[in-house]
């Protein structure tokens, strides 16, 4: 089965700050992403890469950079066999401009958002917008969060580029957004 995802990437300011919050966090104990920061657009199972590039291409040439401010963290809750740990995220404010950029690139290939996309879809109107800080274990989520908040990252950022890569992490192509 081929899957895919496609990461919304950000400004040099906003991934500094992401990477070195990562950074704190692992020396903390936590687990940490091998994934850029970013957020999550879609992902895919048993699409073509040819085609999800082509739709990531044209999307590009009709989009600008988009703005954004990290305003809250959330958590998706613990699931399956990972019932002691969740995951612990920084969400944007869901700013029209933003969330119609995100609605719209669901616009095609809409039905290949299963399994690792179910975070993603935007086809029961309830994605979880999010970039991922670290998973947690339940029991130690204040700590976490202690640190989380000790950091500036509750600041406006940029969405400057689309990313396509297979699941798991290998860069197809970039697709960088021009300025407005």
């Given at each position: 089965m081929?899957?895919?995802?496609v990461?919304a990437?950000?400004?040099?300011?906003?991934?500094?700050?992401?990477i070195?919050?990562?950074?704190?966090?692992?020396?903390a104990?936590?687990?940490?992403?091998?994934?850029p920061?970013?957020?999550?657009l879609a992902?895919?199972?048993?699409?073509?890469?040819?085609a999800l590039?082509?739709?990531?291409?044209?999307?590009?040439?009709?989009?600008?950079?988009?703005?954004?401010?990290?305003?809250?963290?959330?958590?998706l809750?613990?699931?399956?066999?990972?019932?002691?740990?969740?995951?612990l995220?920084?969400?944007?404010?869901?700013?029209?401009?933003?969330?119609?950029?995100?609605?719209?690139?669901?616009?095609?290939?809409?039905?290949?958002?299963?399994?690792?996309?179910?975070?993603?879809?935007?086809?029961?109107?309830?994605p979880?917008?999010?970039?991922?800080?670290?998973?947690?274990?339940?029991t130690?989520?204040?700590d976490?969060?202690?640190?989380?908040?000790?950091n500036?990252?509750?600041?406006?950022?940029?969405?400057t580029?689309?990313?396509?890569?297979?699941y798991?992490?290998r860069?197809?192509?970039?697709?960088?957004?021009?300025r407005a």
């Amino acid at each position: 089965m081929n899957r895919y995802v496609v990461l919304a990437r950000f400004d040099k300011n906003t991934e500094e700050k992401l990477i070195a919050l990562r950074r704190e966090m692992t020396n903390a104990g936590y687990a940490s992403s091998e994934w850029p920061p970013h957020i999550t657009l879609a992902a895919y199972e048993d699409l073509d890469a040819e085609a999800l590039c082509d739709w990531t291409g044209e999307f590009v040439r009709e989009h600008t950079r988009q703005k954004l401010v990290f305003g809250s963290v959330s958590l998706l809750p613990p699931y399956a066999t990972h019932r002691e740990t969740a995951v612990l995220c920084l969400n944007p404010v869901h700013a029209k401009p933003f969330v119609d950029f995100y609605y719209a690139f669901h616009e095609k290939y809409e039905s290949f958002c299963k399994g690792i996309g179910s975070f993603s879809a935007v086809s029961e109107d309830k994605p979880v917008i999010h970039c991922t800080l670290s998973v947690v274990r339940v029991t130690e989520l204040q700590d976490a969060l202690e640190l989380v908040f000790q950091n500036d990252i509750f600041t406006q950022a940029e969405v400057t580029a689309l990313e396509v890569y297979t699941y798991p992490m290998r860069l197809i192509k970039r697709f960088d957004l021009t300025r407005a």
